[in-house]
């Protein structure tokens, strides 16, 4: 009896460790959120340039059907209220979704699709949605799914975020809560999710996860099916699955989730955030980590900021940098692409000037595709953080110091900092008011690099700066204070390598 529960359990964490792995390519890294994106502008990006710029894959808004807010400007948490499974919203319809996820797939890029397990649409009126169908929310009747009042927990608020019980059974902001202990809830969960499963995607993102008991959602994810090996996955491979835990380490609730898949780390926002505000010395930041009370990296999803805490949501509050403080924002980016912490996400934003704004759209509420400048931004309204060449950039410096350590940190003390990833890359940061000149070491081999963040190497020149390392593998590196990124960085891939 004691070999048989042996085993169980081993079997168990075998499968439950398979959830934290995102099956990325090879050489590949960053999920970029493009935020309420159509599905065949995802489809174009995929191939022009997420793939050659060496991003790992992307996270769709949800792509079930919603309700529909109608107001002047359809607001963007609409499609948070789910009223069936359809996949039909104003990013497309399934025949355009599998189109995607083909493309993109061939190319490296892995779809992560946000996903609503928790809950069903408020009370809205009417209710009808993005396909077609509707639901009568006072009966608690969502017909297309169906649902009827016993998939669902008594009504009642969230008034003590303390207790777990009310977290879980309540209503977060009225949103009908769902009861995944139902064996029929679990049903129609599993199979919505096994449907994108089919289509392709390489793991999901569980919207408001805290909100929904772990053990439910364990039964739940060990019941969706493996990986679609049409679309180039590797038999058995489980989905990824990182999971919308909003919490800033001042309550364990969050490690109940780290055994089922990773978790959006907040607290990495508001602490990156906070430091390239000056509000903490970037010295500090030489064990940026667990050792500041983030979990464990294989089970974190960070980023510098996501849909929610750019508008004032979520977690983080002033801290959060976003486009609008666009050098801070670069270099927490660089920094975080840099480091050597859990996996990473990417925010590509609309431009908003209220919080409730929805994407760009014309008078009848269809998004408006993004325009593609010379220059590599877009216009149309979208900000389009991940064609900034600070970040793209990045990515490719990721790329090439994967698997590296930490190694020959400096600091001045207090805010200019530099650092090494083993022998492949070296980075340094002047977030003060006053010029950084100093020699330090690279750790690379002698010869020129471009400075990526300012430019790269472009036919055997450099189109930004230019740096020489010497025999001893120091280089005197140059930040002006009024350098508009702040950041310089060197490392041995075709990108920066001269010679």
Known sequence: M????????????????????????????????LFEWKFKDVADECERFLAPKGYAGVQLSPVNENVIIRNPNRPWWERYQPISYVLTTRSGNENDFLDMSRRCNA??????????????????????????????????QWPAVPYGPNDFNPRCSIYNWDDPVEIRNCELVGLHDLNQASEHVRSMLVNFLDHLVELGVAGF???????VWPHDLEVIYNRVRNLNTAFGFHANSRPFFYQEVIDLGGNPIR????????????????????????????????NFGPAWGFVPSDVALVFVDNHDN??????????????KNPKQYKMATAFTMAWNYGTIRLMSSFAFDDGDQGPPQDSYGNIISPSINADNTCGNGWVCEHRWRQIYNMVGFANQVKGTGINDWWDNGRNMIAFCRGDQGFIAF???????????????????????????????????????VDWDQTA????????????????????????
């Open 430 to 468: 002047n977030n003060e008011d006053h010029n950084f000149s100093h020699t330090l070491q690279t750790c690379l081999p002698a010869g020129r690099y471009c400075d990526v963040i300012s430019g790269e190497n472009i036919g055997g020149s450099c189109s930004g700066l230019t740096i020489t």
């Open 205 to 211: 993102r569980v919207d408001a996860a805290k909100h």
């Open 255 to 286: 490690y109940e989730y780290t055994p089922l898949g990773a978790i959006t780390e907040f607290k990495y926002s508001a602490e990156i955030g906070g430091a390239f505000r000056g509000w903490n010395d970037l010295r500090w930041l030489y």
């Open 2 to 33: 004691r070999q048989v529960s042996v085993i169980f359990v081993l079997c168990f964490l075998a499968l439950a460790s398979a959830h934290h792995w995102p099956n990325f390519w090879d050489g590949r890294t960053g999920i970029v959120h």
């Open 107 to 140: 190319v490296g890029i892995r779809i992560y699709v946000d996903v609503l397990l928790n809950h069903m649409s408020a009370d809205n009126h009417p209710s009808d949605g993005t396909a077609g169908n509707y639901a009568d929310t006072s009966a608690r």
């Open 476 to 499: 005197h590196i140059t930040i002006p204070a009024d350098y508009y990124d702040g950041v310089v960085a060197i490392h041995r891939g075709g990108a920066s390598r001269i010679d």
């Open 310 to 323: 750019q508008r004032g949501h979520g977690a983080g509050g002033d801290a959060i940098l976003t486009y």
